[in-house]
């Protein structure tokens, strides 16, 4: 009976790792397009102190302008509705790649750490050059916020979107689970999971609580950057940031945040089963003039959601936070 269970054990072991070496196998024959080939019409590459990134731009210049930054697996596309309600409102509304997503570069340095992106962002304002008001989705709040504490002079306004900050990871402190420790098993991991295009749809259902709302070309959209030479790398370079808790950064600093000295908003779903609501409510107590805004049934990607409700939503933080942006100019 032992041996048969250690038999089958086994079995089903090398059949997992067998399927995980012909995922990276698809993987390396899909990722064709060398960086800058394959992009997207809507944008462009823009030069930072970090490397190239790509931006899509709609609205007017010269008018107060809106940095969309994305979370996990997704690139500036998946901003596009947004973009859409919020332009005509008076808005220059800027979405950019975040590497290692999208068809920004990846960094020479495979580091992703909270700190690191953080200084990515900051280059990437510094060449804008204009103060937006940043907005941040899921685990881009983490740099984001970590940017716009290093460099509060280079934003006007900041909105958190189902912010994944980890806060409360503070307490019990979490590293990367052994089997992905290796890069070599979690770049096989990462091909047969994260980079897989099969898995796409599954994914996003995981993370939004009005799932009718996926349709076909957003799940296409989603895997275009699938065919980027070593995205599959760079996505696994990635993914310890999910597990590590960040301890020395300043965005884990409760103090910190009760410092933050600038207009924030932020926009939650109720039903967010990723970063529950009650994150949100903590970080709105912690912020000295927070405005919290709850969209209801919406899960934890509610651009994606319900786009028109989010769109009211984030135009009226962007309105308020504009307005007291005018006050405080000289």
């Not at 651009?303 to 405080?328: M, N, Q, R, V």
Request: hydrophobic content about 45%; overall charge negative.
């Amino acid at each position: 009976m032992i041996k048969r269970f250690l038999w089958l054990t086994g079995s089903l072991v090398s059949l997992c790792i067998a399927i995980a070496f012909v995922f990276a196998w698809i993987a390396s024959n899909r990722e064709v397009l060398a960086f800058a080939e394959g992009l997207p019409d809507q944008g462009r590459l823009i030069d930072t102190s970090h490397g190239a990134f790509f931006i899509v731009e709609k609205g007017v210049p010269e008018t107060p302008r809106v940095l969309l930054a994305h979370g996990a697996a997704a690139w500036s596309d998946i901003w596009a509705e947004t973009q859409h309600n919020i332009a005509p409102e008076g808005y220059l509304v800027t979405a950019f790649d975040m590497p290692p997503f999208g068809w920004s570069e990846h960094p020479k340095a495979p580091t992703y750490e909270r700190q690191a992106q953080a200084a990515r962002m900051i280059g990437l304002l510094e060449a804008l050059g204009d103060k937006p008001i940043l907005v941040a989705h899921s685990v881009a709040a983490g740099p984001a916020t970590e940017a716009v504490m290093m460099r509060p002079d280079l934003v006007s306004g900041y909105v958190i979107v189902s912010g994944a900050m980890g806060l409360a990871d503070r307490h019990t402190p979490k590293d990367v689970p052994f089997p992905i420790q290796n890069r070599n098993v979690r770049k096989l991991a990462t091909a047969a999971t994260a980079t897989n295009p099969l898995l796409t749809k599954w994914f996003l259902k995981k993370f939004m609580h009005r799932t009718d709302e996926i349709d076909p070309a957003m799940v296409a959209s989603l895997q275009t950057p699938m065919s980027r030479q070593g995205y599959t790398q760079a996505v696994s370079d990635w993914i310890p940031q999910l597990f590590k808790t960040p301890l020395d950064s300043n965005s884990m600093d409760p103090e910190e945040w009760r410092t933050l000295d600038m207009p924030v908003a932020l926009i939650w779903g109720d039903k967010d089963t990723v970063t529950p609501l009650h994150q949100g409510q903590e970080l709105a107590a912690l912020l000295p003039n927070a405005r919290l805004t709850v969209l209801n049934y919406v899960g934890h990607i509610p651009h994606l959601e319900a786009p028109k409700e989010f769109a009211d939503a984030l135009l009226g933080e962007l309105k308020y936070i504009t307005s007291i942006s005018d006050l405080d100019s000289p």
